[in-house]
Nanobody, 121 residues
Framework: QVQLVESGGGSVQTGGSLRLSCAYSAFSNSRYCMGWFRQAPGKERERVAA???????SYTDSVKGRFTISKDNAKNILYLQMNSLKPEDAAMYYC???????????????WGQGTQVTVSS
């Protein structure tokens, strides 16, 4: 059973930083992708960043240069380092996994419960 548990959300001022973590259960499939998504009230869920089984990373344009996705395979933890946060980054952030997609995680079937990020101006 796939389990994903996020942590690290909180409230910061514009320009601040946060690091989100997602502890996940070990996967039987080695070719999988993981990603971070976010959803703000009244908006559609947005794919923020993804990392493939080979370390390939991809980001939505609005966070390029500010956010970094990484993964500690030994500890089974996915990270999202968020720097230079803006009010428009405020949202519920979700960790997700897809055991059938090697890189991009566009439609992952497995989700965590989410962690809230608030950015004040």
């Amino acid at each position: 059973q796939v389990q994903l548990v996020e942590s690290g959300g909180g409230s910061v001022q514009t320009g601040g930083s946060l690091r989100l973590s997602c502890a996940y259960s070990a996967f039987s499939n080695s070719r999988y992708c993981m990603g971070w998504f976010r959803q703000a009230p009244g908006k559609e869920r947005e794919r923020v960043a993804a990392i493939g089984y080979d370390g390939f990373t991809s980001y939505t344009d609005s966070v390029k240069g500010r956010f970094t996705i990484s993964k500690d395979n030994a500890k089974n933890i996915l990270y999202l380092q968020m720097n230079s946060l803006k009010p428009e980054d405020a949202a519920m952030y979700y960790c997700a996994a897809d055991l059938t997609s090697a890189r991009y995680c566009y439609t992952p079937p497995y989700w965590g419960q989410g962690t809230q990020v608030t950015v004040s101006s």
